[in-house]
């Protein structure tokens, strides 16, 4: 299965933007893109997903390699309440319908 | 409001003593699924249901049973419980629709087998 590699943690200053990165050299092309975010003691919440195609929504943006091999979750303006644990998860559609959920990346924002 | 609902959100159990997590969704969402997650493994899907009556393994179901007899329900069981299944565990629901189609997670179980 193909799976993603993050850092373990990075740091940002509040108001700056952040870029986290992530690793899929094997992603296959049935597999979408989607990135997840977990508040302390919360379950993920959806953030943004992508298929080939760079993706924009109201919480953030997805930039996906030509290869598809690496994509980065780009918060524009990273405020107290962004400091989370990001995941970035292959969902694949070719026959199993299942989620591969990376460690994840803590971002820390400082004030 | 639509949400996930996990119960209970914390226990404590003993080995071997047969347990239930329940989960409910009031989204009439076809897709739901089990995760576990541990200190530097992230999170780990155990089962998936794609419909009711449809159920099928994710990455680490072993020790562990799943059952979809209602569209809002997928409870998960754990016949005889080990320490290794201690755990917090989040269940998601989803449409089914597109593969774009976002998680809704539950705000998770905190199961202890001592």
């Known amino acids: 299965d193909a799976k993603t590699t993050q850092p373990n943690s990075m740091e940002s200053n509040e108001e700056e933007p952040v870029h986290l990165p992530c690793n899929h050299s094997?992603?296959?092309?049935?597999?979408?893109i989607h990135w997840y975010r977990q508040l302390p003691s919360q379950g993920p919440e959806y953030v943004i997903h992508?298929?080939?195609s760079n993706v924009n929504n109201r919480m953030a943006s997805l930039a996906i390699a030509e290869d598809r091999k690496s994509s980065t979750l780009i918060l524009h303006r990273a405020t107290l309440r962004d400091a989370a644990v990001y995941y970035c998860?292959?969902?694949?559609?070719?026959?199993?319908?299942?989620?591969?959920f990376g460690t994840g990346t803590r971002l820390k924002v400082l004030a | 409001e639509a949400q996930v609902t996990q119960n209970p959100r914390y226990l404590i159990t003993v080995t071997g003593k047969k347990l239930t997590v329940t989960c409910s969704q009031n989204?009439?969402?076809?897709?739901m699924s089990w995760y576990r997650q541990d200190p530097g493994l992230g999170l780990r899907q155990i089962y998936y249901s794609m419909n009711v009556e449809v159920t099928d393994k994710g990455d680490v179901p072993e020790g562990y049973k799943v059952s979809r007899k209602e569209k809002r329900n997928f409870p998960l069981i754990l016949e005889s419980p080990s320490p290794n299944q201690t755990s917090l565990y989040f269940c998601a629901s989803r449409s089914k629709g597109a593969p774009n189609q976002p998680q809704h997670f539950g705000d998770g179980t905190r199961l202890s087998i001592l």
């Open positions: 998860i292959l969902f694949t559609t070719s026959g199993t319908y299942t989620y591969i």
């Open positions: 992508g298929l080939t």
């Open positions: 989204m009439n969402h076809e897709y």
């Open positions: 094997t992603i296959s092309g049935t597999d979408y």
